[in-house]
């Protein structure tokens, strides 16, 4: 047996597991865009030559899912990125007991979205959460983090950032490591203070961690299912309602199989845009040795 | 700061283990709830609910345990020759496989439902380390793509002059220099599949075969009103529990695993 | 036809040429050594003899056998890595011990031969450690145990020395001749350091860039190189190189420029290092910056004229190729006959 033909054989079960478990829903949800297949045709898919599409433009709803998930996941992942800075320049300071800090810092991220959205449902409740307990203790009236439609997406991207900026942060520890000491100390030697040496020499080369935690980062939260699910459930009023959450309730509530496919395409579209843009980015900047 | 940074990510979790241990009427209560004495009540109601939760632990750890073993078994020849190959296809097949490593699986969802009815495979916890698995490989190849590349070169030929074959070269040099790599790997994937939610959704619908994710959100959903906050404080503090230790523990191994990962990918 | 002989051996990687149109002969128990820069195609030469890589073309001979797509493991060949290559995992028995079992050596005879090599090279308390705790001049030991026991056709030696330091190089030089020179397997020696070469191989062949330059006995390319690469690569200090006519150079070794009374170059020492037991000096000429070891004792003016015997010229073309017979550069150049 020739190499090539041995390392494709190694190579096959994996990726015909991949192929299955990614390419065949995503092409069957690009078909299934293309035609009704609800109760109404019971759930015989019906070629309906693009009317899940028209019906797409002119949803309000669907408009409204996609301004949502595109503001959660904008500032979400700013601040994440930002925490997740400093939390990681934090840890990358020596210090005593810096492993178990890394590991105690950690924990909000290996702990199952579902789980910790409960537990924030509970902290959040109104009036006996802690935050209200504490205000109605102060002799201040509660607020409802949870049922007020203008301020609740905030406590899903409070929610989030929880979570997710350990994880972040733990990527960017991984690029300050990845930074030569003697590089510091000659910048050092210069004259340079901490912030010029932050500016100068940690962030530039810490671009290219910083890249791939904003494009992994983007991609999830432009598909945030999970947290939204638990926590509030699309609601107050919808006001919550993320894409994936969308399609979800159009499939498996409605059962309507054709416009769910319909809007989980239009998220893939959402989410090709930060794709492209990686690309652009990469071909625009020398390549880096990392 | 440090300090900050440990009440920002502890706070919460040492919250809901505080609320587990109040009995209910603390809960709802006027006053401060601490004052209350701590009692096992809500452990209890969770552990003998309808399912108990310790159900839907061992569903987790059933899935979680399979779904790193198949990984493991399929990322590890992949890795390899797709190290040893270099070019267009290799470059290729890496580029794809961050691509879907990134990628987020609920848009997934829908055809994945589809494919477990056209082949009966829902409310099966076997059948569902399958997309857990195809889930999990991405990352899975990438990192142990990279463990291989930082492997000498030269302790493979060694091998190869010594007249050893593949098989035995794996299992005399590959697999023990791999050792930490497949530690770290086998402890990502657990955890993924420790938490994955949209599809153990779909797929599971038997309350008794409910993995751990579901299992709590069926709890939320229960109800919005009454929801019964000190059962869910025990539910959370069970369900993390593993999770804690097995991070406390591994800590080193999950740190070198996504920073190897992101070096590399 | 015994020993190994290489025919017409290139190897390419995509559009990358590493090797072109190998020919070389290793005669058996000779030790030859592989020299030249790096990249320029010895490791590689290495690896297809080893089998660790394909030829592109062209035919690998072992003792008139064809082993050109013989698999690595079945060429009984030895080598000695750069880096050692020994299993971090296993302790110095294992180590040993992993290849002869992969072989079916049956258990008696194993531990026979891997206590007569451990006794030879002094290894056996150390036998237990692993390869972190060894010194590098024990790991090379170990390297070279393994390559003994395998009683090989070929001895393949890949810059085996240079991860040690200069004076352990040294000592070892006779101790690496005594144990893989001289028996019935041809020896390959890569390096890139000439005294190495010079103190181990009974002939050197010089690569540059994928090319063979020349192939001959140490003394034969020091004083007769047939390319202008050999003259500048072999010998420190290095050859000063005098432009002529037509784009012709003219090399002319440190050792043989001197002082003279009258004729030869307008010279000012510029400065002067200790180099072993004679000076070398660095003299501004109007051809450009020239180095001179003065002979021992030889005292040094402010200014002088320096020279060379006509018989120590080395004429090379545009193309970097030797002349014979041209010169003599310019009539003033030369030294007076003595």
């Given at each position: 047996?020739?190499?090539?033909?041995?390392?494709?054989?190694l190579?096959?079960?994996?990726?015909?597991?991949?192929?299955?478990?990614f390419?065949?829903p995503?092409?069957?949800?690009?078909?299934?865009?293309?035609?009704?297949?609800?109760?109404?045709?019971?759930?015989?898919?019906?070629?309906?030559?693009?009317?899940?599409?028209?019906?797409?433009?002119?949803?309000?709803?669907?408009?409204?899912?996609?301004?949502?998930?595109?503001?959660?996941?904008?500032?979400?992942?700013?601040?994440?990125?930002?925490?997740?800075?400093?939390?990681?320049?934090?840890?990358?300071?020596?210090?005593?007991?810096?492993?178990?800090?890394?590991?105690?810092?950690l924990?909000?991220?290996?702990?199952?979205?579902?789980?910790?959205?409960l537990?924030?449902?509970?902290?959040?409740?109104?009036?006996?959460?802690?935050?209200?307990?504490?205000?109605?203790?102060?002799?201040?009236?509660?607020y409802?983090?949870?049922?007020?439609?203008?301020?609740?997406?905030?406590?899903?991207?409070?929610?989030?950032?929880?979570?997710?900026?350990?994880?972040?942060?733990?990527?960017?520890?991984?690029?300050?490591?990845?930074?030569?000491?003697?590089?510091?100390?000659?910048?050092?030697?210069?004259?340079?203070?901490?912030?010029?040496?932050?500016?100068?020499?940690?962030?530039?080369?810490?671009?290219?961690?910083?890249?791939?935690?904003?494009?992994?980062?983007?991609?999830?939260?432009?598909?945030?299912?999970?947290?939204?699910?638990?926590?509030?459930?699309?609601?107050?009023?919808?006001?919550?309602?993320?894409?994936?959450?969308?399609?979800?309730?159009?499939?498996?509530?409605?059962?309507?199989?054709?416009?769910?496919?319909?809007?989980?395409?239009?998220?893939?579209?959402l989410?090709?845009?930060?794709?492209?843009?990686?690309?652009?980015?990469?071909?625009?900047?020398?390549?880096?040795?990392? | 700061?440090?300090?900050?940074?440990?009440?920002?990510?502890?706070?919460?979790?040492?919250?809901?283990?505080?609320?587990?241990?109040?009995?209910?009427?603390?809960?709802?209560?006027?006053?401060?709830?601490?004052?209350?004495?701590?009692?096992?009540?809500?452990?209890?109601?969770?552990?003998?609910?309808?399912?108990?939760?310790?159900?839907?632990?061992?569903?987790?750890?059933?899935?979680?345990?399979?779904?790193?073993?198949?990984?493991?078994?399929?990322?590890?020849?992949?890795?390899?020759?797709?190290?040893?190959?270099?070019?267009?296809l290799?470059?290729?097949?890496?580029?794809?496989l961050?691509?879907?490593?990134?990628?987020?699986?609920v848009?997934?969802?829908?055809?994945?439902?589809?494919?477990?009815?056209?082949?009966?495979?829902?409310n099966?916890?076997?059948?569902?380390?399958?997309?857990y698995?195809?889930?999990?490989?991405?990352?899975?190849?990438?990192?142990?793509?990279?463990?291989?590349?930082?492997l000498?070169?030269?302790?493979?030929?060694?091998?190869?002059?010594?007249?050893?074959?593949?098989g035995?070269?794996?299992r005399?040099?590959?697999?023990?220099?791999?050792?930490?790599?497949?530690?770290?790997?086998?402890?990502?994937?657990?955890?993924?599949?420790?938490?994955?939610?949209?599809?153990?959704?779909?797929?599971?619908?038997?309350?008794?075969?409910?993995?751990?994710?579901?299992?709590?959100?069926?709890?939320?959903?229960?109800?919005?009103?009454?929801?019964p906050?000190?059962?869910f404080?025990?539910?959370?503090?069970?369900?993390?529990?593993?999770?804690?230790?097995?991070?406390?523990?591994?800590?080193?191994?999950?740190?070198?695993?996504?920073?190897?990962?992101?070096?590399?990918? | 036809?015994?020993?190994?002989?290489?025919?017409?051996?290139?190897?390419?990687?995509?559009?990358?040429?590493?090797?072109?149109?190998?020919?070389?002969?290793?005669?058996?128990?000779?030790?030859l050594?592989?020299?030249?820069?790096?990249?320029?195609g010895?490791?590689?030469?290495?690896?297809?003899?080893?089998?660790?890589?394909?030829?592109?073309?062209?035919?690998?001979?072992?003792?008139?056998?064809?082993?050109?797509?013989?698999?690595?493991?079945?060429?009984?060949?030895?080598?000695?890595?750069?880096?050692?290559?020994?299993?971090?995992?296993?302790?110095?028995?294992?180590?040993?011990?992993?290849?002869?079992?992969?072989?079916?050596?049956?258990?008696?005879?194993?531990?026979?031969?891997?206590?007569?090599?451990?006794?030879?090279?002094?290894?056996?308390?150390?036998?237990?450690?692993?390869?972190?705790?060894l010194?590098?001049?024990?790991?090379?030991?170990?390297?070279?145990?393994?390559?003994?026991?395998?009683?090989?056709?070929?001895?393949?030696?890949?810059?085996?020395?240079?991860?040690?330091?200069?004076?352990?190089?040294?000592?070892?030089r006779?101790?690496?001749?005594r144990?893989?020179?001289?028996?019935?397997?041809?020896?390959?020696?890569?390096?890139?350091?000439?005294?190495?070469?010079?103190?181990?191989?009974?002939?050197?062949?010089?690569?540059?860039?994928?090319?063979?330059?020349?192939?001959g006995?140490?003394?034969e390319?020091?004083?007769?190189?047939?390319?202008?690469?050999?003259?500048?690569?072999?010998g420190?200090?290095?050859?000063?190189?005098?432009?002529?006519?037509?784009?012709?150079?003219?090399?002319?070794?440190?050792?043989?420029?001197?002082?003279?009374?009258?004729?030869?170059?307008?010279?000012?020492?510029?400065?002067?290092?200790?180099?072993?037991?004679?000076?070398?000096?660095?003299?501004?000429?109007?051809?450009?910056?020239?180095?001179?070891?003065?002979?021992?004792?030889?005292?040094?003016?402010?200014?002088?004229?320096?020279?060379?015997?006509?018989?120590?010229?080395?004429?090379?073309?545009?193309?970097?190729?030797?002349?014979?017979?041209?010169?003599?550069?310019?009539?003033?150049?030369?030294?007076?006959?003595?």
């Open positions: 047996m020739s190499e090539l033909a041995l390392d494709l054989l190579m096959l079960p994996a990726l015909l597991l991949l192929a299955a478990v390419l065949l995503l092409l069957r949800a690009a078909w299934l865009s293309l035609h009704a297949s609800s109760v109404v045709t019971g759930l015989v898919a019906v070629p309906n030559g693009g009317a899940n599409w028209r019906r797409l433009l002119g949803d309000e709803r669907f408009l409204q899912d996609a301004w949502q998930t595109l503001r959660f996941a904008g500032v979400s992942v700013a601040l994440e990125l930002l925490l997740g800075l400093a939390l990681a320049l934090l840890l990358h300071r020596p210090s005593r007991g810096r492993g178990a800090l890394r590991a105690l810092v924990l909000p991220w290996a702990l199952p979205t579902t789980v910790m959205a537990g924030w449902r509970w902290i959040l409740n109104d009036p006996h959460g802690p935050f209200n307990a504490l205000l109605s203790r102060l002799g201040l009236p509660t409802g983090f949870l049922t007020t439609p203008a301020t609740t997406w905030l406590a899903t991207v409070m929610a989030d950032v929880w979570k997710t900026t350990p994880f972040v942060a733990l990527l960017l520890l991984a690029g300050l490591q990845s930074i030569p000491a003697d590089l510091v100390e000659a910048l050092k030697l210069e004259g340079a203070g901490r912030l010029t040496i932050l500016r100068r020499l940690t962030l530039p080369l810490l671009a290219p961690w910083i890249g791939l935690a904003l494009l992994f980062r983007l991609a999830q939260a432009l598909g945030v299912f999970d947290l939204i699910q638990v926590l509030t459930g699309g609601g107050p009023a919808g006001s919550t309602e993320s894409l994936a959450v969308y399609a979800y309730r159009q499939a498996l509530r409605f059962l309507d199989f054709g416009y769910g496919s319909t809007v989980l395409m239009a998220t893939f579209a989410l090709l845009l930060p794709g492209l843009a990686w690309l652009l980015l990469q071909n625009r900047l020398p390549r880096r040795n990392a | 700061m440090r300090l900050l940074a440990l009440l920002w990510s502890l706070g919460p979790l040492l919250w809901q283990l505080h609320t587990s241990l109040l009995p209910p009427e603390a809960l709802v209560g006027q006053g401060p709830a601490g004052a209350a004495a701590w009692t096992l009540a809500n452990y209890r109601l969770v552990l003998a609910g309808d399912p108990p939760l310790w159900r839907s632990l061992l569903n987790s750890a059933l899935v979680g345990g399979g779904t790193t073993a198949l990984t493991l078994l399929l990322a590890l020849p992949c890795a390899y020759a797709l190290q040893r190959r270099r070019g267009p290799a470059w290729g097949v890496g580029a794809a961050l691509a879907a490593a990134l990628f987020p699986t848009l997934l969802f829908l055809g994945l439902l589809e494919l477990a009815r056209t082949f009966h495979l829902g099966n916890l076997a059948a569902l380390c399958l997309p698995t195809a889930l999990a490989l991405p990352l899975a190849i990438l990192l142990l793509r990279a463990a291989i590349a930082d000498p070169p030269e302790l493979e030929d060694a091998a190869r002059l010594e007249g050893m074959g593949l035995m070269r794996v005399a040099v590959l697999l023990p220099l791999l050792a930490p790599a497949l530690a770290s790997t086998a402890i990502l994937t657990f955890l993924f599949s420790w938490n994955e939610y949209p599809i153990a959704l779909t797929w599971i619908s038997r309350v008794d075969r409910l993995t751990l994710p579901t299992a709590m959100a069926r709890l939320a959903g229960s109800s919005v009103f009454t929801v906050y000190g059962a404080a025990a539910a959370t503090v069970l369900g993390s529990l593993p999770l804690l230790l097995l991070v406390l523990v591994a800590q080193r191994w999950i740190v070198r695993g996504l920073t190897q990962g992101a070096v590399k990918g | 036809m015994s020993g190994l002989s290489l025919e017409q051996v290139s190897r390419r990687s995509g559009d990358r040429v590493l090797l072109e149109g190998l020919d070389l002969a290793v005669a058996p128990g000779e030790c050594a592989l020299l030249g820069p790096s990249g320029c010895k490791t590689t030469t290495l690896r297809l003899v080893a089998g660790l890589d394909p030829c592109s073309s062209g035919r690998i001979l072992l003792n008139g056998e064809d082993i050109t797509h013989r698999p690595a493991g079945e060429r009984q060949v030895a080598m000695v890595f750069q880096s050692y290559a020994l299993f971090p995992h296993l302790d110095v028995g294992e180590n040993l011990a992993l290849g002869l079992r992969s072989r079916g050596v049956p258990r008696p005879e194993r531990d026979r031969r891997i206590a007569a090599v451990l006794e030879l090279l002094e290894l056996t308390p150390l036998v237990r450690r692993r390869p972190a705790q010194s590098g001049g024990q790991r090379q030991r170990v390297a070279l145990a393994r390559a003994l026991l395998r009683q090989p056709r070929i001895v393949l030696l890949d810059e085996p020395m240079s991860n040690l330091d200069a004076r352990l190089r040294e000592d070892l006779p101790e690496l001749r144990l893989l020179c001289g028996g019935e397997p041809p020896v390959l020696y890569v390096t890139h350091d000439q005294q190495e070469a010079m103190g181990m191989a009974d002939r050197i062949a010089v690569l540059q860039a994928g090319r063979l330059e020349q192939v006995g140490v003394r390319l020091y004083t007769d190189p047939r390319t202008r690469f050999v003259a500048d690569f072999l420190r200090p290095a050859i000063n190189w005098l432009p002529a006519e037509g784009g012709r150079v003219l090399g002319v070794r440190p050792e043989h420029l001197r002082p003279q009374a009258e004729g030869g170059i307008a010279a000012r020492p510029l400065r002067r290092e200790w180099w072993g037991h004679q000076p070398l000096v660095w003299l501004e000429t109007p051809h450009g910056t020239l180095r001179m070891l003065l002979p021992a004792g030889g005292e040094l003016l402010d200014y002088l004229m320096v020279g060379w015997r006509a018989e120590n010229e080395l004429w090379f073309d545009a193309d970097g190729r030797r002349i014979d017979g041209a010169g003599p550069w310019r009539q003033q150049g030369r030294a007076r006959a003595v």
